[in-house]
């Protein structure tokens, strides 16, 4: 029992770190895109968990973020930009597809550079 | 540390990167960086500007000599109030940029022939072609000119250079146009030549069109032999109402040009055979043979208020961004509303608290193509007057992304750039060596005209403000608050002798050369005639009696001039509103005379069912192009069925393609002449058609496109013609298509397909000046913005908006003002 909720503590902890760093390696525009990606290993290097959690939280916690930001700003926009660039796409002008296509890159990167970092430490 | 799993994984996660930070190829073009484009928070989602966006703003800038206030109106157009002169044309620069910065720097990219370097090899024929055109060569005369003599134009247009460039400077990498982050490029800083390359692109526009026109011309005379073109294409034009009514005379002449002798045979020739058709490659853009406009002004005899009302116009390709943004510019030494060009200090079309202008092109020929001889392949030398003369070299370098550099190297020789050669070829140009003669080529002081005419305050103050004008030639209209209306056609107007530069001439000595410019004072001209309306649609600026030859018929469309001036000679206590709808006026005055000389041919009995149902039809149509008329689409496609059938057979075997005869040639053809011998279809050598016979095939022949037409639910004028503003790289997505607009071709509402009324402005030269316009465009160049296609719907419909012209104070209380942003002095 203890040990489940340390386990899910050390789950979200990371998750919320993952989703913080990446905000903060994003605001600056000097920085690469996939600055987050660092960010993400080193958070999975500092919390040890098994691959499977670590990729995980970092996937939900960049993923998340880039959805929850998207969202935000497409709901913000009226779907202005949004339906356009998914007619470019082509998405065929679904606002919803590259919104979920968005958080997806960000789910991918982010859990695959959180694995990575959890084979850093033996799990 | 598990090193097979820790490397199976990083190098899932590296590759991943790599792959989403690369562009992917699509087709021609390339995708953008994926995952940098999706990133919420450096992608295309930070364009994705907030419905409620607040625009206020305090900015500092050490450049300015004082504070700055600018207010932004509920359709985002500033209203920027400054102390010094030079400040309110650096915060225009801020303004611009901040609003379509992508769309200034594409568009000097490709008058300066450099989107090779962001768009790779696919682009490399219209770089090719601008760079030997001279477009920068044109570009640093005016730059070099200006530096050196004069100075107040030098500060004007470096106040401006360092606004553009203090948005860039504060401007972060997440906040880059959306364009940038699609094709995966960065804007670079903006300077003066990157303003007069602009200039250059707006020459070419409106007097380039030469450029393809003389060669095409010059292949059409040498396929059909002088006597059958002569026919075709004579420069006669009976129907003609002009710019200046007829009968007006003219001064005399002060240049007297001569025709040289002999040119019948070695120019016209007259009895040439047909010249040898050489290897083809690639081919140049020309300008929209539709690039025109309208613009009148009534006088007060003519208005309900007793005062003039200016309209304006302008024709041009339809483009999102658009070519225009609304500006107000208002400064101790003047207030001034209007259409400016991102790219340009000043307004171009607009009015200030005395008086209004607006401008058509004059389509008067500047450009001309004079033959080569070389020496040799290095191109070293080339004969003229009688001797080896030795040519300079000029070195264009086209940067090329993911390739190596081009270089081009250009001979310069007595008439300008050697723009085709053994290197450059087109299927026009045939292989021969041409050098390009341009009034664009020279220095241009079009800044100063538009400086001075937002300053004016008379029609003295108008005169000497174009005076200054080169080139592209314009009508420049004129009213003002004190009742004078004018119209000058003004512009560097080559003095020609008869057909002089309508075909590419001999150019081994000066005998075919320039005899010189046109004065000034020689240029069309009328104030305050009786009739109380001066106009301009393009057509022809006089009768026949001027004593200068203006260039070939295909370059002054006829019927929109015919139009605008029926209109106005019948109309009397004149409003806005009546000159709104004169704007968006959609009568078809040629079908008026066309529809009824193609029935006096038709024989329905001898038309298949469908073709007469069609032609029933077209005779019950209005004359009007509107939204949902079928009868137009039939119209039209009868009438270029017809001309197919008429001229088809004689253009027909040329390897490449020649100038169709203008409509009303045919037209007139039909109304005098029904044995008009062209008629026959010389293919056919055992029978003789008729023009009855090929106008019969020619409805049977567009009869079967109509029912296609007529499934497609196409039928209907709108949908047929499907109007679109296109975004500069045409693509769809950011485009707005299928807008629903009735006009075309001809019409005064000239809307056809990606073509039209780029800003429509009519000012009331009341008191407190009443003034309306809008543009098929937004105010924002940004395409996630909500003011980005704002005017399109209501531009479409044939609306306007009353635009907000006041003195600082009562702008500021104004209702429809909605924020403020301060430039400060640090």
Redesign the interface.
């Known amino acids: 029992m203890k040990n489940t909720l340390s386990i899910n503590l050390k789950f979200i902890v990371s998750l919320l770190l993952s989703a913080l760093l990446a905000?903060a390696v994003?605001?600056y525009?000097?920085l690469?895109?996939?600055s987050f990606?660092i960010t993400n290993c080193i958070v999975a290097i500092a919390i040890v968990q098994t691959?499977g959690k670590a990729f995980l939280s970092g996937a939900l916690g960049v993923g998340l973020?880039?959805l929850i930001?998207?969202f935000v700003?497409?709901a913000?926009?009226?779907h202005?930009?949004?339906v356009?660039?998914a007619?470019?796409l082509p998405l065929k002008g679904s606002f919803i597809a590259l919104i979920a296509?968005?958080s997806i890159?960000g789910f991918?990167?982010g859990g695959?550079?959180a694995?990575?970092g959890s084979?850093?430490?033996?799990? | 540390?598990?090193l097979l799993?820790?490397i199976v994984?990083?190098v899932?996660?590296v590759g991943?990167?790599a792959v989403?930070?690369t562009q992917l190829p699509i087709g021609a073009t390339k995708s953008p960086r994926?995952?940098?484009f999706?990133?919420?928070?450096?992608?295309?989602?930070?364009?994705?500007?907030?419905?409620?966006t607040n625009f206020d703003a305090s900015i500092v800038a050490n450049e300015l000599k004082g504070n700055v206030d600018v207010y932004m109106d509920d359709r985002l157009v500033p209203h920027i109030y400054a102390d010094h002169d030079e400040d309110a044309y650096f915060v225009q620069g801020y303004l611009h940029a901040k609003f379509r910065l992508w769309q200034m720097d594409f568009q000097t990219r490709v008058a300066a022939g450099r989107l090779s370097e962001i768009a790779g090899a696919d682009k490399l024929s219209i770089d090719r072609f601008f760079r030997r055109l001279g477009m920068v060569y044109g570009a640093e005369q005016t730059e070099q000119y200006i530096n050196e003599h004069n100075p107040e134009m030098k500060a004007t247009v470096d106040a401006y250079t360092a606004g553009v460039n203090a948005y860039l400077k504060q401007l972060?990498?997440?906040?880059l146009p959306?364009e940038y982050k699609?094709m995966n490029y960065a804007p670079e800083e903006w300077t003066p030549k990157k303003t007069y390359l602009f200039l250059m692109f707006m020459s070419y526009d409106l007097t380039g069109r030469s450029a393809t026109a003389d060669l095409q011309l010059t292949n059409t005379r040498d396929f059909l032999g002088y006597d059958l073109f002569d026919k075709l294409y004579t420069n006669q034009q009976d129907s003609l109402d002009p710019i200046i009514p007829k009968g007006t005379a003219f001064a005399k002449p002060s240049i007297l040009p001569v025709k040289p002798a002999g040119s019948d045979l070695a120019y016209l020739k007259k009895q040439d055979p047909n010249l040898a058709v050489n290897k083809i490659s690639a081919s140049p853009e020309a300008p929209d043979k539709n690039n025109g406009s309208n613009n009148w002004a009534v006088a007060g005899s003519k208005t309900k208020s007793g005062r003039p009302i200016l309209c304006s116009d302008p024709h041009l390709g339809l483009n999102l961004p658009s070519l225009w943004y609304e500006v107000q510019i208002t400064t101790p030494t003047h207030s001034t509303y209007g259409a400016s060009f991102p790219g340009s200090p000043a307004v171009i079309i607009g009015f200030n608290d005395s008086l209004a202008w607006g401008v058509t092109n004059a389509g008067r020929d500047v450009l001309d193509y004079y033959e080569l001889k070389f020496k040799d392949s290095t191109q070293k030398e080339y004969w003229f007057n009688g001797a080896w003369q030795a040519t300079s070299n000029r070195q264009e370098i086209i940067k090329v992304k993911d390739s190596a550099d081009v270089v081009e190297n250009i001979a310069m020789t007595h008439w300008g750039p050697a723009m085709f050669d053994a290197h450059y070829q087109n299927p026009q140009s045939k292989g021969r060596n041409l050098a390009v003669k341009w009034t664009g080529h020279n220095p241009s002081t079009g800044v100063e005209t538009f400086y001075k005419l937002n300053r004016a305050k008379n029609f003295d103050d108008y005169l000497k403000a174009i005076a200054l004008w080169k080139c592209p030639g314009q009508n420049f209209v004129f009213a003002s608050k004190s009742g004078d209306i004018a119209i000058k056609q003004q512009g560097n107007f080559v003095a020609r002798w008869d057909h002089q530069g309508d075909f590419i001439m001999p150019g081994e000595d000066t005998t075919y050369d320039w005899q010189g410019i046109i004065p000034n004072e020689e240029n069309p001209m009328i104030k305050n005639p009786e009739r109380g309306f001066v106009s301009s649609a393009n057509q022809k600026s006089v009768d026949a009696t001027y004593p200068y030859y203006l260039g070939t018929a295909g370059s002054f469309p006829l019927y929109r001039g015919i139009s605008v001036n029926k209109r106005l000679r019948s109309m009397n206590q004149i409003t806005a509103a009546d000159m709104q709808h004169l704007q968006t006026d959609n009568y078809n005055v040629f079908a008026e005379v066309a529809r009824p000389a193609l029935m006096k041919f038709i024989d329905p009995s001898k038309l298949s069912a469908d073709a007469q149902r069609m032609v029933k039809e077209m005779t019950q149509w209005n004359l009007y192009n509107n939204e949902h008329e079928k009868g137009i689409t039939i119209f039209k496609l009868i009438w270029d069925s017809v001309e197919d059938a008429v001229w088809g057979d004689e253009l027909a075997g040329s390897p490449i393609p020649l100038t169709k005869p203008e409509s009303f040639i045919l037209l007139d053809q039909m109304n005098k002449d029904s044995n008009f011998s062209v008629a026959d279809d010389i293919r056919t050598k055992d029978k003789v058609e008729t023009l009855k016979q090929q106008v019969n095939l020619g409805v049977e022949n567009a009869t079967k496109k109509l029912l296609d037409l007529e499934k497609e639910n196409k039928l209907e004028w709108s949908a047929f013609k499907a109007t679109r503003v296109l975004h500069l790289t045409k693509?769809?997505?950011?485009s707005r298509m299928n807008l629903p607009i009735g006009g075309g071709v001809n019409i005064v509402n000239a809307t056809s397909e990606n073509h039209g009324p780029s800003w429509r402005m009519v000012v009331h030269l009341t008191d407190e000046i009443e003034a309306y316009g809008l543009y098929p465009g937004g105010q924002s160049g940004n395409?996630?913005?909500?003011f980005?296609d704002s005017f399109v719907d209501y531009w479409a419909a044939g609306k306007y908006y009353r635009l907000l012209f006041l003195p600082k104070q009562k702008l500021v209380a104004n209702e429809r003002t909605k924020w403020h942003i301060q430039f400060k002095t640090a």
């Open positions: 905000y994003g605001i525009g000097n690469p895109w996939w990606v691959p973020l880039w930001l998207a700003i497409d913000q926009n009226q202005i930009l949004s356009k660039v007619n470019l296509i968005t890159v991918l990167l695959l550079s694995l990575t084979f850093v430490r033996k799990a | 540390m598990r799993p820790f994984s990083a899932a996660t991943l990167v989403l930070n994926l995952g940098y999706l990133s919420p928070q450096q992608g295309f989602w930070k364009n994705a500007e907030k419905v409620s972060s990498p997440e906040d959306f699609l693509i769809p997505a950011l395409p996630g913005s909500p980005y």
